[in-house]
């Protein structure tokens, strides 16, 4: 969905102010009913309207899907999970084998590392994704540790790489002929976290096609890229892997010493969005008027939400209504006086973490099409 005549127009002297200069100017509204966004069809991507940002949990019908290929054939029955590499015992492990083990479950919040690429200016290639490539769900299975422990991965294990079942030809850079699997690599002592999850549940339903049945890996705190759907294998590897997912896709530029690098996208970065409004939409002159919504911060708890009301210019705190657990979001909340004056405004939100991280206020072009949580005004109308 792309700005129409009218919202480019009205967003247009926007960019002349310094704070949002060389960005996009307006947030796209979607439509706030039931039901997913399609982005693509084939490979199916969709994603999740604002309406379904709302609950602390995220159904399982409106949580985004974010897939490179089509949902592999996986005979349920005769699969096994193969646990091989830098091993001391390399493991065949059935559905049934799988059930056998302690199972728990957690809650985690997934978002795509693409999740708000249409506010970049100019314009990246990729889906174009609004503010809802990314969900919060209760996800039941094993950790990934007491498999890596069941597998002694031997002394001088580098990258735990997980592979999915889904395979086909990719375009870009690296990318030569051929058919390439979806696989990404988490290093060991990631791996071995408490948040790094084999998932054959979400919300207490079975795990659908579509989101990876009947196995998953589920890596809390990263980008969603990690998060391996229809995962078959998991290959311990004594040096570390540099796959095309992690070099040619999800990688983005860091400077060391003025030298530009690829690195792999890794941990989610702060951000809040607002769930309560959407673009152009309106609030009453002269009344106090909840705004709300949801702040994240990956591996880090959200410290702080901070609300603009004129597009930048002056901030107030907004009030966390629960306590942030790691890996997860919270809820926040801001009461606006809304003034008697009639016209437009300006919403921003801004979360910080509790080691002092917050959202930048440009884009970082080294970033590439990655990691983007810089600042975004939402355009609405007081009347
Ligand atoms: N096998 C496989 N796993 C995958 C993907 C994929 O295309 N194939 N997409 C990844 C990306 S980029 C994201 S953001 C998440 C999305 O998970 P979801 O579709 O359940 O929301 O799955 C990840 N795992
Ligand atoms: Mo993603």
Known sequence: MSLTRREWLRAAPLATLPLFAGRTAARIQEPGGAGLIVRQQMPTNLETPLSGLV?????????????????????TQNFKLTVAGHVGNPLELSMKDLGALPAVTKPLLLECAGNGRVYLTPAASGLQWGSGA??????????LGAIL?????????????????????????????????????????????????IATSMNGEALT??????????IGGWYGMASVKWLSKIIITDRPYTGLWQTDHYAYQVRRNDLPELVPVTIIQAKAIITSLGLNDTVMAGKPTTISGKAWAGEHQVAKV?????????????????DDKPFTWCDWSFTW????????????????????????ATRDVDRRSYLINHLVPLDVLVR
């Open 209 to 218: 096609p579509s989101h990876g049945a009947p196995l998953r890996a589920v």
């Open 134 to 143: 990314v969900g919060n769900a209760e996800w039941g299975g094993v950790p």
């Open 149 to 197: 422990e069941r597998a002694k991965v031997k002394p001088g294990a580098v990258d735990v790489v997980l592979v999915g079942g889904d395979s086909g030809a990719v375009s870009g850079a690296a990318s030569s002929t051929g058919s390439f699997h979806f696989d990404r690599s988490v290093p060991l002592a990631k791996a071995q976290r408490d948040e790094c999850r």
């Open 337 to 360: 006086n809304v003034p008697a004056a009639k016209g437009p405004a300006k919403l921003v939100v801004k979360c910080t973490d509790d080691k002092g991280n917050t959202q930048p």
């Open 55 to 75: 609950p602390w949990k995220t159904p399982n019908e409106l949580f985004y899907v974010r897939s490179h290929f089509a949902v592999p054939k996986i005979d």
């Open 306 to 322: 901070e609300v603009s009301t004129d597009g930048g210019t002056t901030w107030g705190a907004a009030k966390l209504a629960n």
